[in-house]
Nanobody, 116 residues
Framework: QVQLVESGGGLVQPGGSLRLSCAAS????????MSWYRQAPGKERELVAR????????IDADSVKGRFTISRDNAKNTVYLQMNSLKPEDTAVYYC?????????WGQGTQVTVSS
């Protein structure tokens, strides 16, 4: 079965960096697009970035453009979200996601807190 496991979250000061990882299993990772979403307290879940199976990147959230990058390592079945110049408003639970045959799969999420 499809499993997505995020890691790498934590507490970081404003201006700091984190790299989130999402380890995938149960499907042929290299053939599927992957996405990162986030959900801040009291807000709807927001699409942050996407990467196609061949590495094409879209940063969807205007607020993170120029600061966040998404990448993948198909040999490790892992997708990454590099987050630089973090701001308090980046505080959220971050989820990785993939869609297969019309069904959305989600990880359990990893908490990112940006605070001094």
């Amino acid at each position: 079965q499809v499993q997505l496991v995020e890691s790498g979250g934590g507490l970081v000061q404003p201006g700091g960096s984190l790299r989130l990882s999402c380890a995938a299993s149960g499907f042929t990772f290299s053939t599927y697009a992957m996405s990162w979403y986030r959900q801040a307290p009291g807000k709807e879940r927001e699409l942050v970035a996407r990467i196609t199976s061949t590495g094409g990147v879209t940063i969807d959230a205007d607020s993170v453009k120029g600061r966040f990058t998404i990448s993948r390592d198909n040999a490790k079945n892992t997708v990454y979200l590099q987050m630089n110049s973090l701001k308090p408003e980046d505080t959220a639970v971050y989820y990785c996601q993939t869609s297969q045959r019309g069904y959305d799969y989600w990880g359990q999420g990893t908490q990112v807190t940006v605070s001094s």
